[in-house]
């Protein structure tokens, strides 16, 4: 497609992503990602492009020295958090950091309690749908408050488009023609929102940031102070990946740059290689370190910082699948590895990486398999913490989780897997040893009474 057709094309998307007062920079980089798209870029990453990493940089034999350096830089430091998901998923309606998850304290209370005790200003990127009942609980925290540097800042909204015309797509409510551009746009939005030149002028040049539902992932000033005392303008804490991780994001290097590729972005001939733990040995956290000096100076008001493609096939109305089919047009924020000369990568423990992403995790998280810390974080009660399978029939919602452990959940410090089949409801004090599964007969609710003790199969 030539520049004067894809301009003609992508009209209708300034038009209306103008109307609804997206940023100039914004539209441009959703135009690259168009135009990628237009060309029949797919994002994809062969294996034959890339090579395996194989060897990095262990921040749990970092000297101790590197944390004086990093409590020196700490006046200088952000803590950065990804708030702008709403745990649809698992049938919430709100932002889903607000979720009780020890106690009735929620993500964001412990979160606020993390940047407390690091002694470092807390930064959200919120959506439209998770700013004012976020906003609304931060005033349980009014030293967080100090209004010398913003609390949060809006990721952009760009619109869906339709796969046949490659036009945007129409659809009642039209608020389902919107979707986030992925995390990636954090970079775009820190310009946009004017929330980069904010922390330039106020003297902070390193962000930390993670995701909301990650509470592992607390400022760490033994890394802190190696970014510091290596000038990395971009680091990305990646942990080794087990059986369990395959489908994750992994670490490569390609023409002697690491790269992140997605399993989007892996073609479906190399899939089985991408699954292999044993090859590509180390998957991204969504820990980010970032040099603001290094960001200014790679991007600007009118330089867009242009991120690889993911190109995700869905419908208009995610609950319809005989709605209309589209693109939604995205990129990670840990893909900016790729785009940074000099960029590192450093291995961590798993214990930097506590992810909620379905109510088996939640309850895993919510459970003593997990230990809350005086700093606020929340790591694994031991070195392998069990998998927790949940039937999705029962318990994919967070209504039906607390429904069905009314009591709260189960002791699993001592299992190392619990699967739970059919409609099963759990009285309090019940304790989990080993590999624990719980079967009910289809159709029929069944109980476990308190103070049980379960391992192996369990046939109620």
Not at 229 to 256: I, N
Not at 338 to 358: C, D, E, H, S
């Amino acid at each position: 497609m030539s520049s004067s057709d894809l301009d003609v094309a992508f009209a209708p998307f300034v038009a209306r992503m103008q109307a609804a007062g997206v940023p100039s920079l914004a539209i441009a980089t959703f135009k690259a990602h168009y135009a990628a798209l237009c060309s029949g870029e797919t994002g994809e990453i062969p294996e034959s492009a890339i090579e395996p990493v194989t060897e990095l940089p262990n921040a749990e034999a970092l000297p101790d020295a590197y944390a004086e350096v990093g409590r020196e830089a700490l006046d200088q430091t952000v803590f950065v958090k990804l708030n702008g998901g709403l745990g649809t998923s698992m049938g919430l309606r709100r932002a889903k950091s607000l979720l009780p998850v020890r106690g009735d304290r929620t993500f964001l209370d412990l979160i606020a309690a993390q940047a407390s005790h690091a002694g470092c200003p807390l930064l959200l990127m919120n959506s439209f749908a998770t700013r004012d009942d976020t906003t609304a609980a931060l005033a349980r925290w009014p030293a967080l408050l100090d209004g010398a540097l913003p609390i949060d800042f809006l990721q952009h909204r760009v619109p869906k488009v339709d796969q046949r015309e490659l036009a945007p797509v129409d659809h009642e409510p039209a608020s389902a023609t919107w979707c986030p551009p992925g995390h990636g746009d954090l970079y775009t939005a820190l310009v946009t929102r004017g929330v980069l030149e904010q922390l330039l002028a106020a003297g902070r040049r390193y962000l930390f940031v993670s995701n909301s539902d990650n509470l592992g992932a607390v400022l760490d000033l033994r890394i802190l102070g190696w970014f510091v005392a290596q000038s990395v303008p971009f680091l990305m804490e990646v942990a080794d990946r087990t059986e369990a991780d395959r489908k994750g994001g992994h670490l490569a290097r390609r023409a002697g740059q690491l790269i992140l590729r997605e399993v989007a972005q892996c073609p479906a001939s190399d899939l089985e290689t991408f699954q292999d733990h044993t090859r590509h040995r180390y998957f991204n956290t969504n820990n980010l370190w970032i040099d603001l000096h290094a960001l200014a100076a790679r991007m600007g008001p009118d330089r867009p910082l242009v991120l690889p493609l993911i190109r995700n096939r869905k419908t208009v109305d995610p609950r319809d699948p005989t709605s209309t089919p589209v693109y939604q047009l995205e990129s990670a924020m840990g893909a900016a590895i790729g785009v940074f000369p000099g960029a590192q990568a450093i291995r961590v423990p798993r214990t930097r990486l506590v992810p909620v992403k379905t109510t088996g995790d939640l309850l895993r998280t919510r459970s003593d398999a997990t230990v809350l810390l005086d700093d606020g974080r929340l790591v694994p009660a031991t070195e392998r913490p069990p998998n927790v399978v949940l039937d999705k029939a029962h318990y994919k919602l967070v209504g039906q989780l607390d429904d069905h452990f009314p009591e709260g959940p189960p002791s699993l410090k001592d299992c190392t897997s619990f699967v739970v089949e059919g409609d099963v409801v759990f009285g309090g004090g019940v304790i989990c040893r080993g590999d624990v599964r719980v079967t009910a007969p289809q159709g029929q609710t069944r109980h476990v009474a308190s103070g049980a003790i379960l391992s192996g199969t369990v046939e109620l």
